[in-house]
Antibody, heavy 119, light 107 residues
Framework: QVQLQESGPGLVKPSETLSLTCTVS????????WSWIRQPPGKGLEWIGY???????NYNPSLMSRVTISVDTSKSQFSLKLSSVTAADTAMYYC?????????????WGQGTLVTVSS | DIQMTQSPSSLSASVEDRVTITCRAS??????LNWYQQKPGKAPNLLIY???SLQSGVPSRFSGSGSGTDFTLTISSLQPEDFATYYC?????????FGPGTTVGIK
């Protein structure tokens, strides 16, 4: 059974960089697309971007100037960096798997990690 | 961006009721529409992909239909574990976008 687990600081100061890692277990990181999705408290879902195991990426234009997603296949991990954060970036952050096509639905999700932006 | 809307935003229903949720896209997305269920404090769970295909392990009381801009999620006989929030999501064009959600509550 594929499992995804997010990790990283739960509190980030304004203007700093949010950094999260998703560790994939129970299956290969290869041949899939891996996304980050966030959900502000009490609100809906926003797709942040994806990375293919090969390293190709695609980001939401609304966040593109601040987002970097990277992958480390040797560790079965992919990571999110979001720079210059503000209170509006406070959210539950989920990592999720798409399948072999970039437009595949998200069939496995991590449990999520809450990141609060506050001084 | 493709905008997704859902109706209703919330509904109250009883166990064994038939429930229908509608999702509309701001432009044609052919059949590139997915449905997720989210329970409080949990990650979303994929129910339906490509508008009408049932994800493995999902009960057959869930079904999806539609194409183009208008889509429907139907729960044929609502069960206690189905009280949750349901989101549609388009995978037709980047950025992928979600609907605002429909919360199904107990009447």
């Amino acid at each position: 059974q594929v499992q995804l687990q997010e990790s990283g600081p739960g509190l980030v100061k304004p203007s700093e960089t949010l950094s999260l890692t998703c560790t994939v277990s129970g299956g290969s990181i290869s041949n899939y697309y891996w996304s980050w999705i966030r959900q502000p408290p009490g609100k809906g879902l926003e797709w942040i971007g994806y990375i293919h195991y090969s390293g190709s990426t695609n980001y939401n234009p609304s966040l593109m100037s601040r987002v970097t997603i990277s992958v480390d296949t040797s560790k079965s991990q992919f990571s999110l960096k979001l720079s210059s954060v503000t209170a509006a970036d406070t959210a539950m952050y989920y990592c999720a798997r798409g399948q072999s096509a970039y437009y595949s639905p998200f069939d496995y999700w991590g449990q999520g990690t809450l990141v609060t932006v506050s001084s | 961006d493709i905008q997704m809307t859902q109706s209703p935003s919330s509904l109250s229903a009883s166990v064994e009721d038939r429930v229908t949720i509608t999702c509309r896209a701001s432009q044609s997305i052919t059949s590139d529409l997915n449905w997720y269920q989210q329970k409080p404090g949990k990650a979303p769970n994929l129910l339906i992909y490509e508008a009408s295909s049932l994800q493995s392990g999902v009960p057959s009381r869930f079904s999806g239909s539609g194409s183009g801009t208008d889509f429907t999620l139907t729960i044929s006989s609502l069960q206690p574990e189905d009280f949750a929030t349901y989101y549609c999501q388009q995978s037709h064009r980047i950025p992928f976008t979600f609907g605002p959600g429909t919360t199904v509550g107990i009447k």
